[in-house]
């Protein structure tokens, strides 16, 4: 089992910035591929970024030049940082990681961006 623990998220403004982290633990060893995912209320779990290893990224259209993703696969933990936020990236963030083929999430962090 893997479990993973969001953090980070919260209220901000439009035009400002989030970091938020995921920590993976359990049986970690062999997970190949993390990322981020979101929920809007009424809406579909859609995909944010992922990253592959510790390099090759993935992101979707409306994340592309505003956020990030890194992993450090040393301490287990996958961050996004988001920039420029606006109304429509509210949402719950959801961490996600793959292993063979299962995948695990967290429980989510809610992130809030007022106009």
């Known amino acids: 089992q893997v479990q993973l623990v969001e953090s980070g998220g919260g209220l901000v403004q439009a035009g400002g910035s989030l970091r938020l982290s995921c920590a993976a633990s359990?049986?970690?060893?062999?997970?190949?591929?993390m990322g981020w995912y979101r929920q809007a209320p009424g809406k579909q779990r859609e995909l944010v970024a992922v990253i592959l290893g510790d390099r090759t990224t993935n992101y979707a259209n409306s994340a592309k030049g505003r956020f990030t993703i890194s992993r450090d696969i040393g301490k287990n933990t996958v961050d996004l940082q988001m920039n420029n936020l606006n109304p429509a990236d509210t949402a719950v963030y959801y961490c996600?990681?793959?292993?063979?083929?299962?995948?695990?999430w967290g429980q989510g962090t809610q992130v809030t961006v007022s106009s």
């Open positions: 996600n990681a793959i292993k063979g083929t299962l995948a695990y």
């Open positions: 359990g049986s970690i060893f062999g997970i190949v591929v």
